[in-house]
């Protein structure tokens, strides 16, 4: 069997088990990677089959609709196969048409039979001959975004309530592309120049960013191979995420909690900002991540980190009253501001998850506000771009606990290229802002009576 061969039978195969399991894609991918032995040239193709279908998914299915209207009962892994071709025929430059229907014709005829294959050769010959229905029909502006960059229509019509049409049409179209890796220079040990320098020998593209004075971008190459990962110089995290450590607004030798920590971005981000002074009391639910903090402490050369498997509704009990410097709070939240990385993710959220999302978010504050010391500072933050699980939460927990006020500081302590977009004590960074994820912080201070 050749290699491309190999290549979109896997991509099918995976495929097929993401929509039957609502599984992540990215787990998935990673894995068959290994376990198939996919030959390092064809892992760019399998993932841009696998991660391109899955992002236009809604698009493609407009295309198939009226040429597949006829055959009700299409098995699942021939709707897939469809999809996964017709990807390539609109989308991908590089693969000619006849060669991607003759890949499709021959998994057809090696998964199914004579007639499976001769139908699937038939559909795609069709929309050869005949060309795709056009999206010009679509009036309403909502089922037009929705359906051009494949996004749930629940999910498109909401953004449009909260951001306007412009706005949401941008967020769904960067949605549509791939996020450019980005890293955080450890500063405790070496300065960003020369991070950059170690990484363009060994091969790597990379530049600094424009947004953080410790963060770089990478062009080319994976920075988690890399020899500055291994000796602890580099951690592999989004710049939306690294702006958190900054609104804490951190001092030396401060016992500072991160309430959900895994798998210790931020944590490690904080203990770099206290210099290895100080400590960080890092919570997680899970053993397993809890674990996962600790090694990256340990990578990092960092002692200032105190991991601890604990559910952080519980903290209240377990710490002392007004006992923490400075608390975080990165809540568990729905991801919608990640959806470049996980694509499958925007087919199986449901809206009821938000307000599900809300009580829990409005929980955890409840939990860690009385540890917080008078005059002590309080950041929420998630990966999201939804109202209800961001500004809603700030305002309920605000409304209902008049000893904590916004903290209107909040931007003198932020990198200058954030500073046009804080409203007051918060900020809510969209993709398409400076391409990094989708990502809310709030900043609060409990008053010194």
């Not at 009226?66 to 609109?90: A, D």
């Not at 020998?201 to 291994?230: C, D, T, Y």
């Not at 925007?346 to 005059?375: F, R």
């Amino acid at each position: 069997m050749s290699k491309k061969k190999n290549v979109r039978d896997t991509a099918l195969q995976l495929l097929e088990t993401i929509e039957k399991n609502q599984a992540y894609s990215n787990l998935l991918l990673n894995n068959a990677i290994e376990k198939n032995e996919i030959n390092p040239i064809d892992v760019g193709l399998l993932t841009e089959l696998v991660y391109g279908t899955l992002q236009r998914k809604m698009t493609i299915d407009f295309y198939l609709k009226p040429f597949i209207e006829k055959n009700k009962k299409l098995q699942s892994w021939v709707v897939n196969l469809l999809r996964m071709t017709l990807y390539q025929m609109v989308y991908l430059d590089k693969i000619p048409e006849r060669a991607a229907i003759f890949e499709a014709v021959e998994i057809a005829k090696r998964r199914g039979h004579k007639g499976i294959a001769s139908l699937v050769n038939g559909v795609l010959r069709s929309i050869q001959r005949n060309g795709l229905p056009s999206l010009d029909a679509i009036t309403d502006p909502a089922e037009r975004i929705s359906i051009e960059t494949s996004h749930p229509l629940w999910l498109v019509r909401r953004w449009v309530d909260q951001f306007g049409v412009e706005k949401t049409r941008e967020m769904c179209e960067v949605n549509l592309t791939a996020p450019l890796q980005t890293g955080r220079v450890n500063l405790t040990r070496i300065s960003r120049d020369e991070c950059l320098d170690l990484l363009e020998e060994e091969g790597f593209e990379v530049e600094p960013s424009p947004i953080l004075p410790e963060a770089i971008k990478s062009l080319r190459g994976n920075l988690a191979s890399s020899k500055a990962f291994k000796y602890g110089l580099l951690t592999i995290q989004d710049e939306s995420s690294m702006l958190v450590a900054h609104a804490l607004g951190i001092k030396e030798e401060e016992v500072i909690l991160d309430a959900c920590a895994a798998p210790g971005g931020k944590t490690t981000h904080i203990a770099e900002k206290l210099a290895n002074s100080g400590k960080v009391i890092s919570l997680d639910l899970h053993e397993h991540k809890v674990k996962l903090i600790s090694e990256n402490a340990e990578r990092l050369g960092l002692e200032n980190i105190e991991a601890q498997k604990m559910d952080s509704r519980q903290a209240a009990a377990q710490f002392e009253k007004e006992s923490i410097d400075r608390v975080l709070l990165d809540a568990p939240c729905s991801g919608l501001g990640v959806m470049r990385r996980k694509p499958d993710m925007k087919y199986t959220k449901k809206e009821q998850d938000l307000s599900q999302l809300q009580t829990i978010q409005l929980s955890l504050l409840e939990s860690v506000g009385p540890l917080l010391k008078a005059g002590g500072t309080l950041v929420y933050s998630t990966c999201t771009v939804d109202r209800a699980e961001n500004q809603e939460v700030i305002e309920k927990f605000l409304r209902k606990h008049p000893e904590f006020e916004g903290d209107t500081t909040f931007a003198e302590r932020m990198p200058e290229t954030i500073k046009p977009l804080i409203d007051g004590f918060d900020v809510q960074i969209l993709p398409q802002d400076f391409g990094s994820d989708g990502f809310y912080i709030a900043c609060l201070r409990k008053k010194v009576e």
